[in-house]
Each structure stands twice: as C-alpha cells, then as structure tokens.
C-alpha cells in the first residue's frame, strides 16, 4: 500500500467523504472553509444585482436614479412639446465662458428616452449678458457664438412629450469631477459620512482625551494664578461690554468667572462626562431633527442669515456630533488600555503629559482602538440615511424619490439596500486591510 501511495495512485473515495464530512460539508470535498465570508456574500450579491440588472430596466433605472448618473453630462432646460410640436428651451443658470456640446432628449410619461437630436455646439465669450437672444434652431457640429450666457434652442417634435437639454461635457475631466463632487445620492452619502466621521473623530479624541483626566484634583494648585487670569476675564468683559458695569451684573460676572476659574481643573472630565451620558442617551434621529430645525433656523435668525447650516452642514455638524460620544468612549478605553507605566516612565525621562500622550500613549492606543473605529466608520454610513429626514438627496431620499415617481416600491428599496450592501462589504474590506497592516507581528 505505500508503494501504491508513492507511486502517486488517487486517494480513496470513501476517506475524501470523510474528510468532507469532518469538515461539515456533507458529501463535499472541497474546502469550503478556506473561502472568505465576505467572498461568498459578495458573489451572492453579484449573482443576483446582475441577474436583476439584465432582466429588469427598472433596476438599472432606480440605481441610476441613486447614484445620480450620468456624470457626464447634466440637463441645463426641460419644457413640455406643444401640441402643435413646437420646443423651445431657455438655459436655467447663466452658462460660464467656454465651449458647449448641447442636445435634445424627447422622453415619455415615463421619462424614457424616445428621440434624442444631433448635437448643438455653441460657444459662450467673455463677458456675455444674461439676456434673451434669438433662439437656435438647427444642429451644428462646428461652434456657434452666442451673445447670451443663457441661450435658448428651439425645434419641433412629436407632441406630447417633454425635452430635456443636455449639456455633455463627456470629454471635461475637470468637469466630470466637479459634477460627481456635487452629485446626490451615492456621492452625498459618502460626502457626510466621511467629512461627518472626520469631525467625530477630532471630537471624540478630544473628548476622550479629557475623560482620562483627574476627576478629582486638588483645586489649590495654582489657584492664585488662576484667580488673577479671572480678573484679567473680567476686566476684558466689561470693557468689551459696557452694559455690563452695572453693580447686579458685575456682581454676577465676578461669580461665574471665579467659581470657573476656581473649578476648571475640574471641568475637563465633568464637562466631558456629561456629555458623553447625554448625548449616547439621545437616538441620532432626534440629534439630526433638533440640528436640521431647531439649531440651525435658530442660528439663521440670530445671525440675521449670516450662519445658515442648512442641508449638508447640518447633517454633517449632526452626524459628528452624535458619533463624537461614540468614539470617545472607543479612545478612552484605548488609552486606558495602555499600561500606566508608560505614562510613569515617559514622565520619569522629563516629557510632559501631552509630549508623552503624543509620543507613547495615542501611537499604542491607536493600534487597539482601529477595529471599533472601524465599526463605527461603516455604523454612520449607515445612520447617514437618516438625513433624508431634512430633505437630503442621499441614497435612502433618493430612492423614495424614484418610488414616488414610478411606484414600484419593491424595485426601489431592492435598490437601495443593494446599494448599503455593497458600500458596506467594500468598507469592511477597507478596514480589514487596515487592521491587517496595523497590526502588531504575532497579532
């Protein structure tokens, strides 16, 4: 038998069906188990996004819808045909300096594509006005001059349908980024979430850089010092407002600014605390409805318009907020992690706290706190859907818009929870490399 083994001759049958069974793969020998999770759920996923994409237009219309396509090019006038076939389409927004390739797109009640003209090529000059000019009327591939920033083209068609202007700018690089810079859907999701966790990050260290502080320190350290930069405070007050001299206001002034002085080694961790309790104790929808309108009209009012955070500032300004508690929770015990003789050796060679929390402590915690750091990463992807409560374009408001439109709610939400599905499987990929890079040799 083992010259047969040596000899090369195949293993038995029956000890494969084994195999295969200890490996709980009843009657199957391959290894399922060397295949990566993330794998199967992303072919399974493919399978069916591409079955559903290739047997159904109205998949690839909702995602289309959803991640704002196309990129190259964007509809600039839209009028209905007259019943006796006659269009004409004035440009909305005045058209910058520069050269345009315009058409015509016919589309149905349900905005599908029925004709489409040839291509319109004009060219707007320096310093043209915003006003009415003779509408074109014929097609042209070599550049027209216009004497307008909103020029108007005009035409005849089949009565009973709508024509969209296009301006196509396929061949702009520069162009193409700035559309998808500002595209809805896909593109604003991942404009909040990562411009939103940037925030929450810089928040959350902050923040959990003061709840590893002394709860309890001696309030008599340097407090003659402290006192006397109060009364600096104070003196700075009343000269910047004079209303304030009264004897009731002075009086409050020089209380509240010395009992803060005389409290402030405290205020760290106390102001630190209490908003991690308050703010992890609030549901993100209520701290995304009371920044979308209650915050943000507020401010507007005071300013007299001059600080408006409606649309993405206050999704944004919400969302960091709201994950700023999370992820600073996630640094405190990262850095509470790290044993307290680094703290104590560091100390001991002559660096101060920050020099030694900058050097020693935040490079070791970063290691520990990228998983969870991760995970919350991808949880305010997917809280980011509850900005469409403040009218936000994003992928959730885009896909009930194109609900609306077509009523065709299973294809819709089909749509948008593929969509969630793939961004989070390429972000858990994204951290799972991450980790794996960071890691320390033998983790």
Known sequence: MASDNASGSPPNRDLVDVSARRRGRMGLAIPWENVPWWALIILIVGVFVGYSALTSTRYVDALSFIFDLPWTRDVIARDEVAEDGTWSLTVWSPLA???????????????????????????????????????????????????????????????????????????????????????????LTLRVTLVGFAGALVLGLVVGLMRVSNRSPDLTVNLWRRLLIGVVVIVLIWVLRPGWRGLGSMALVVIGVEAVMFLLPAMPYTISTIYVEVVRGVPMLVIILYMGFAITPALRTATDGAVDLRGVPAAVIGLSFGYGAYLAEVFRAGIQSVPKGQ??????????????????????????????????????????????VIALPEVLQQGRLWISRNFRAFEGYNSVMMTYLMLTLLLSLLVRSIERKTALPGH
Not at 116 to 125: F, K, M, W
Not at 137 to 156: E, F, H, K, M, R
Request: proline share 9%; aromatic share 6%.
């Open 343 to 388: 703290m104590e050796a560091a100390r001991s060679l002559g660096m101060g706290y920050f020099q030694a929390m900058r050097h020693i402590i935040l490079p070791q915690a970063i290691r520990v706190v990228l998983p969870p750091l991760g995970n919350d990463f991808i949880s305010m992807l997917k809280d980011s859907s509850l900005i469409s």
């Open 97 to 187: 300096p520069g050269r345009y390739t315009l058409f015509v797109e016919f589309v149905d009640e349900e905005t599908k594509a029925v004709e489409r003209s040839a291509d319109y090529t004009i060219e707007v000059p320096e310093g043209a006005p915003e006003v009415e000019a003779a509408p074109i009327t014929q097609p042209s591939d070599t550049p027209v001059l216009v004497n307008t920033s909103t020029p108007t083209i005009a035409g005849t068609a089949k009565p009973g349908s709508d024509a969209l202007l296009w301006d196509d700018f396929a061949g702009q690089p520069l162009r193409i980024l700035t559309r998808m810079a500002t595209a809805n859907g896909v593109l």
